[in-house]
């Protein structure tokens, strides 16, 4: 009974608001769909599943990582790679990562951006249709001024509930994405210091002064 009176009033809605909320509700569930498999790419990521001790350890130990950021330091942290191909590697995992997650944003952006267009055409067209109610005149002029009125109210209102919860759906995707950038430098970073000769537990926190055993490079800490 519930899902008969939800289509009803769905079928009711449309008709007010005239042949535009056809392609709006199109673009809606085209923008939804994109959003949510846009956010879900970007949690698949890993990098919020994990905490910096676990996955610094793994960067001295990269055959005890596990999952989709294990996959990652193994394939950084190969038998046998050197400082400039880890870094290398690194960069490689951001190439083959960020323009996926990019295109898709873009994808979800252009969805969620018609919808509002949309509803600002069925306002156009909903004040048209005022318009030549009045110019019309007669006794039927108020029902075709109310109707072009509802008409313009309903495909704003339609449109504007579609776009602000898609802008913020792509808002989160782009905060994850920088989230598996900012990850991705830090264990650049670790990395660095790795070659450097400094276990991931002397790199968590430094204690005491800086002997003269210690020199500063561009890159960190080394041992002389």
């Keep these: 009974m519930e899902n008969e009176k939800t289509f009803i009033w769905a079928i009711d809605l449309i008709i007010a608001g ?4 056809i392609p709006l509700f199109l673009v809606g569930i085209t923008a939804y769909i994109g959003a949510f498999k846009l956010l879900r790419f970007v949690s698949d990521m890993g990098h919020r ?3 910096d ?3 610094t350890k793994w960067i001295d130990q990269p055959q005890k990582s596990e999952g989709e950021i294990g996959d990652m330091i193994r394939y950084i942290m190969a038998d046998g790679v050197e400082e400039k ?3 290398s590697r690194c960069s490689e995992v951001k190439n083959m990562r960020v323009p996926e997650v990019d295109r898709r944003i873009g994808m979800a952006t252009v969805w969620v951006s018609v919808a509002p267009l949309l509803g600002l055409l069925g306002t156009v067209l909903g004040m048209i ?3 030549n109610g009045l110019s019309a005149g007669g006794n039927s002029a ?6 072009g009125i509802s008409e313009a109210l309903i495909t704003t209102e339609i449109g504007l509930l579609i776009a602000i919860p898609g802008y913020i759906l792509v808002g989160v995707a782009k905060v994850r994405k920088n989230e598996f ?3 991705v430098a830090r264990v650049e970073s670790c990395i ?3 070659f450097g000769g400094l276990s991931s537990e002397e790199l968590e926190e430094p204690t005491g002064e800086i002997g003269p055993f210690v020199r500063l490079d561009e890159f960190g800490v080394t041992r002389e």
């Design 18 to 21: 005239g042949w535009t909320m």
């Design 49 to 51: 599943d994990i905490d």
């Design 53 to 55: 001790a676990t996955w």
């Design 85 to 87: 191909s880890a870094r």
């Design 129 to 131: 249709k005022t318009f």
């Design 142 to 147: 108020m029902d075709v001024i109310a109707s």
């Design 181 to 183: 950038l900012a990850f």
């Design 192 to 194: 660095v210091r790795h």
